[in-house]
């Protein structure tokens, strides 16, 4: 498969049957799955991520069955492929995954996904996730997913928690989080507002959170 003006993408050489010219995500999907009974490790895991590039749902079976039954590197290689389908169900692995940090691939991958989720019903996995995994990259990939994407009430504890981490952009991507669900002002920042007002801002929703916040429902979506 070339491009004869950007380059080249890599595959493996066993292809699906030839489904004809008219549906062109079918036929790349087809190959990309005879890719993952290739005997090459290199060329199955390329096969798995060009699954995800196409990001369809109708990959999940067999990426499912590569996790359950793949090596190490295929099976974790999967589980971000799955995730680039929208597919929600292998946050639990995810959460073990990450359990150990998000520095080396296909971890950092995975936990980088993370910030495109927009379920609402993988919020309950996605505040287990911040509640146990320790990688920075995974902190603001799902303060993130949490704060500006899926906008959930239920998030708000997990977000006013983080209003004191030790990252800065975490911290601020925690403020803007309960800003979008909240509406308080006293988690808003002006409309033009400046680096040095972040830091007071901060301050402020933490004391609205210890004095008002904490005390109201927010289990519900």
Known sequence: MIDDCQGALTISPLLGRDLGPSDWPAQMEADFLAGLNDQDSAARI??????????????????????????????????????RTGD???????????????????????????????????????????????????????????????????AVPSLAAHLSDSSPSTSYLALNGLMNITQEDECTLPREWKEEEVEPRVARCKIWWEQVGKFRDWSQN
Not at 48 to 62: H, K
Not at 110 to 134: C, E, G, K, T
């Open 46 to 83: 390329v096969s798995i991520q060009r699954l995800g590039g196409l990001q369809l749902p109708s990959s999940r079976d067999a990426l499912h069955h590569v996790i359950e039954n793949g090596n190490d590197a295929d099976s974790k290689w999967a589980v971000y492929a799955a995730l």
């Open 88 to 154: 929600v169900s292998i946050l639990p692995r995810v959460k073990q995954l990450l359990a150990n940090g998000d520095r080396e691939l296909p971890e950092w991958a995975i936990a980088m996904q993370l910030r495109f989720v927009s379920d609402p019903a993988a919020v309950p996995d996605l505040i287990a996730i911040l509640q146990s995994a320790p990688g920075e990259t995974t902190q603001t990939c799902v303060v993130t997913a949490l704060g500006q994407v899926l906008k959930d009430p239920r």
